[in-house]
């Protein structure tokens, strides 16, 4: 069986269950997923739109991270399409392998097509998502960014309006810069992808599905093939020592809300 | 269950039922794994290791491709770390993904670690490599390319000189170049990976599991999910009339030996 | 003088004697130039849009390639836009040299302008030849790629529309995009590069015309200097031996039509 | 005047002097400069050197630049070379101007060589360093990274140890390497860099100097030029309404230690 | 006290008075400024728009350099937004330090904002200041060239129409392009960056202050911190012997029209 | 007939002799070649080893450019391996093409191997020359630069220890860094390129050669296909009014020493 977490890196919870179904609806019948939003330790944002509410996430997300491992999960999603934190939780999740949504999606957009494109909220989240995809290597097959206007916390407030809006973001993309495939660019444009599918005759990639079927598929290379992460030179840990020393991993409760998705 | 095609891009198959016991071992219990050499239709090299041997199997291998999408294959593994006609392949495959070792390898190891070597055979193999995963976007992430000096038809003959020259390369590039993961830069480096890891204490990739366990992940995702590959632009395939008119997969014979790995 | 083959890439001969004319037109005196098509012993494509059909002629090309070096020839074209399987025949080429349209297209573009567009025939070409030119290291003089919407078996089918298109094409890589020069992306826009000149303004490269004058220049710099192919590492060919193991090149007929333009 | 804020983002306050008398001696007379070091809120690390330790210090790296931002603070450096939260902090700082080490020392760098080496501590900084200088758009000009063996903590330990080490990285740099400039890869690395430029000739920057004059800069080009941040698009920082239902910035004590260096 | 020399790199002397005012206003109090334009020596052309002309003025621009760097300039601007000479002068530089527009208003850019325009007079310009705003590295951060159809000769000729014309160019960056920041590229749009500021609503870069300012930054890195050019590998100057053999540095009067703005 | 001038971008012209030689050896039947120096109007340099005599050189450089291609020569070589000047050459030469020896050389070498190395004389020439290169779009495919600690004045000093010394640089390029051909990084490396080709076995690049046959070409492809210099956008000479009006090709004398090799 594979333990996956789900989390989300806000202490808003309203979402949960969307992502529960998904997960009900596409996990592997061995997986069992947890979802789990963080405590609101640290004010109450729902959403990570701004680097500010990323640097006020990122503790807590390792806390989550180190717990996670520390109870047996074999992958853990960061569910946010920032991949806020992924490589400072890699630094802490021990033998647990920790996947987000934008690398998991480019991965499965690169093997269905040559050239694709995002489809974003907001202009103000493109460049920030441009540098990731950058430093990933997927540039080169980026046709662009599409921005449809909406905040993360819109895209599930008026679904036609949204349903609407990225499709005709998705067909300026395949129409007129040649898009051959789709990503959705936040987790909560979620619903939505087999309609663009449906009316646009390209892929359409959906990062929470993506980023929860790369987590299992890291949790099988690790319980089937042994693979996990290296602990060497830029992948190194900071000590147990020094991190009971520093005092740092002394927050009892790390999660707010959890809903469990047992395996079939 | 998900159906899996392993393709031994040559005709050559003493090495067919290695492969197949790899799969036996690595496998997911719901996939069935078909190993399938080609026929040696148009001479009978034994490895891909020159531009001219891949020349003369890439209308074999589409054959291959295109028999295995019709025969309801979910997937399928060009099993050489050139990864062969793999665009090729991508084209004429209708809703089977196709996968292969390079960029299989490369995906999982940029997810446990930020800097990896790739230890390959020849001297011979290198800049063609080097260009693939420079056209994969993995590039930066190299530490280098490692030569042992052995043809792809020396590495199963003296496992323990085999053995012995792997870690020598891989020592290289973990103590000198600071290599925090190693693939094995071809199929037949098969069966060193797990000495490798206790040996050297960094991740080593399999390439033929890595290829195998990302077949599986594509069959999932496209039964699961829905994700199937793009026609659109550059990923068009020619058309049923075009093809029929050009009389290109009139042949009947496609698949030389195939030892099948039934599912669980 | 300077012996070179115009080798036509598919068995498809109705075209050679354009090619012909064209070699005619624009040889170096003391050239004897071979116009050349393939057989048809693969299916009778007469077209390689699809990476499909280019993975069914590789075999055929490194047959001729092999030939060709065997007949004394000095240089070598593959006469088709996607360069098809450039790489793999300078592999097996001897000292003969082996060139292309898009590589001796782009190095005289770069040699009269700063930057330039390509003009081919259907979108679907685009990426596979964009590839291509980052590969050679062309990419960042490149304005775009700018699509007619015609096959390659259709440039030749009404002159006028396809000078109009091509104009309309050259037009907006130039009025828009602010290129400087234009190379005509395939070989079958033959005929129309002076035209475009005329009304654009601009240098216009045809790439069958460049591609021959490029195996002249290859071959004077054999003959002349005595620069041949490097032989080393990633550029070693297969032994002899094991070529005749492995019974590759015992096909008796490699060349189909053929036109010789003699040596004024 | 202008008024400069030196951050040193933890809360160990040891150095905090150190960095207080090279600004009483680097500074210009009209700066007013307050070193100020983090409160111990989430832990007592005396370092950055680990990624968890830098996601742990975000939230009150942020907090303090807002705060030095109301208080009317013209610059603030970020004294660490990892340039820790620099984007984040950029994003909250209203019209204050954020610089870092890194870059302020590689645009000085760049003035004075065209090729430069950046000693660092451990192994470990070095691949997330580098990222940073790619991002930057400095790594063309990068000779490569010379690590010395020593923690953040280490290089004030004893300083002839440190020298000597410093000095045979520096060695290696310009010998072996051609560097024509070096440029010391932790703020910590203080007090050596005259040293080393007598013993190997060339120039070599101080991290914590440079970003204290690039923040003077910055300070003079806001207040003399009216060059203050932009808020336009990946800029744009989140809205007052939001940050108060959000209620992010209720801490009233952000700042640690601090110590002014007054104006001349 | 900083003694700076703000080059006019041609004999055209007209505009001189248009920086010494513009170096009253922006230059810090201790800062010496001299205003030089060349002598005419070679030809009376007014502007380096093109190639031609920069040919025509190295040798003097070098003639300035060398002979500022003798007079004990501490930091000299070469100001056309070409960076005409750049590498060049920083050869023969000494200890002064040459810096120049293009590169000092990207740096400060590129602190203010993530993305960022150029606004230059004709199309002409565009090729040769994106090459060398590759050069330095910060090509990904452009939105492109904005060029409103203006010799540098015409910007001043008729300010409302200028303004118009920038402003429009500017609306382009911003509203289309998502420019985040602008950089005026020509020194001769002096005089328009505060209006564009004030419609744009983004940072508005003039290069002429941006290198005067980075000029007496450099000055001060110099004279306080000790921050002086390098003179290895590629940064050797030629010898003082072999200059004098040459005879190269014989000629007596180098600078034409000069305007000195002292020190406060 | 192909007229061609060979243009030694300095006023020594004692090695002209030598380039006359290698012309008669190596230049097509029906080429008129032109040896030609510079006069000495601005110093008497024997080579361009230093930014400070390109900048002095360049006004030189144009003169002859404009005057050749006044004079009906269809192609000129700028002869030296910084291509020193090129750009602003071919800015100004009307009909006739320039080309260069780091060019020419890269083209051939590109067209004979996948990868090469450079050897040049001293440490102080690789910069600029890996700029330039890169500027190209050469880079990857470079192995690196190989210094012997040569001047360009003392290659044809003592040809026995020249010889020694570049195949010992040669010999570290191909066994070590495995590169496949090699190019000579200076003109006056002439005279050992077949020693080095006979050693070393891997082809071997003369610069001076290349760029006479890359002039050549270039003839021929004007003279026989049309295809010239593009004059839009970046292109754009001067206008011969503006010429005119600043009065900078108004000097007679612009050879120095001149060698004809007559056609055969």
């Keep these: 069986m594979n333990k996956i977490m789900y989390l989300n890196p806000v202490g808003f919870s309203d979402y949960d269950q969307l992502f529960a179904d998904m997960a009900a609806d596409y996990k592997d019948n061995d997986s069992e997923v947890h979802i789990s939003s ?32 520390q109870l047996g999960f074999d992958a853990l999603v960061i569910g946010c399409f920032y991949d806020t934190a992924l490589e400072d939780a890699r630094e802490i999740s021990g033998d647990m392998i920790v996947v987000a949504p934008c690398i998991a999606s480019l991965e499965i957009a690169a093997s269905l ?22 430093h990933y290597g997927y540039s080169e097959q980026l046709t662009g960014f599409y921005s449809v206007g909406l905040g ?56 929470s599905i993506a980023s929860l079927k790369r987590a299992e598929y890291a949790a099988t290379l690790k319980n089937k093939c042994g693979f996990k992460p290296s602990r ?31 395996a079939n």
Excluded at 40 to 67: M, P
Excluded at 171 to 188: Q, Y
Excluded at 232 to 261: M, R
């Design 113 to 134: 097509s040559n050239r694709f494109g995002i489809i974003v909220g907001r202009d103000k989240w493109i460049n920030q998502m441009h540098n990731t995809v950058k």
């Design 152 to 207: 993360v916390n819109d895209f599930q407030a008026d679904h036609s309006r949204t349903e609407k809006l990225l499709i005709e973001a998705g067909r300026k993309a395949v129409e007129e810069d040649k898009a051959e495939a789709l990503i959705l660019g936040c987790t909560l444009e979620i619903g939505f992808h087999k309609k663009l599918e449906d009316v646009l005759g390209v892929p359409v990639i959906d990062p």
């Design 38 to 69: 963080l405590t609101q330790s640290v004010g109450n944002f729902s959403h990570l739109e701004y680097r500010t509410y990323e640097a006020f996430a990122t503790r807590d997300i390792l806390l989550a991270t180190r717990k996670a491992s």
């Design 232 to 262: 060497k030179y830029s992948c190194e840990a900071p000590s147990e020592s020094e991190l009971t020393a520093f005092n740092l991993f002394n927050q009892e409760q790390v999660f707010g809300n959890t809903i469990t998705v047992a």
